[in-house]
């Protein structure tokens, strides 16, 4: 399974408003292993940012003045992430961006959402921890995901930052990727696989004290309605449960 781990980096919250792309961001997974390839692009967004939107990323006008437009890197970008399922995180935001840029320029190219299928890693983790913080940061904190390094929010950083959270998140469908000793296979037929080095244990999970306060009284509650609740029932208990 390929995946595309993507952020994307805009002047604004809508695109409605005619708020552009600025930065892409992706990073390439085959069957949860990370390949070494990514895809990393500023972009001259053709029109101011809206106020706040600036001091998120960093970026400036300056800066991003003789970067290419979106037009330039599109076909570029659509080979990337042809045929792989993407992963971001509030998925619905980066989705809309994207499919807009695309519809500037022509029927031609189509819609993102023929060409990849979507998962939505916000969504995921307020199934996971219903009630609580799910922002990357918050996420990363959880998951034991070191973030230290994030002042600003972009493109690349946070898709990276995204893949370990989300391998992290979503371990029990298999064995993190960060940690293989195997190299990731070829995404492209001739091209040389990146080995991935081995790694220490999977990150610990530290748990902040308002969420631990929460968990007791969710099991609290359930406690007192059912009378008990699966934590309290002993693991050989549970095991003997299990098989029936």
Known sequence: MRHI??????????????????????????ERRPTGRTFHKYLNPEREFEPGAQEVTGLTLEFLADKP???????EFLAFVDGAEVVAHNAAFDMGFLEHELSRLG????????????????ALARQRYPGQRNSL????????VDNSHRQLHGALLDAQLLAEAWLALTAG????????????PSSR????????????????????????????????????????????????ELAQAATG
């Open 189 to 236: 037929a001739g091209q040389a696989a990146v080995a991935i080095a081995v790694s220490g244990p999977r990150p610990s999970i530290s748990v902040p004290d308002e969420d631990r306060v929460l968990h007791l009284a969710r099991v609290e509650a359930i406690r007192k309605k059912a009378g008990r609740c699966v934590w309290d029932v002993p693991e050989p």
């Open 107 to 122: 029927a031609d190219y189509g819609r993102l959402a023929d060409r990849v299928t979507v998962q939505d890693s916000l």
């Open 5 to 30: 781990i993507l952020d994307t980096e805009t002047t604004g919250l809508e695109w409605k408003k005619g708020n552009r792309v600025v930065e892409i961001g992706c990073v390439e997974l085959i």
């Open 69 to 75: 437009k979106f037009a330039e890197i599109a076909d």
């Open 137 to 144: 940061d918050a996420l990363c904190r959880r998951l034991g």
């Open 173 to 184: 469908q298999g064995e993190i990727g960060f940690a293989s000793s195997e190299p990731a």
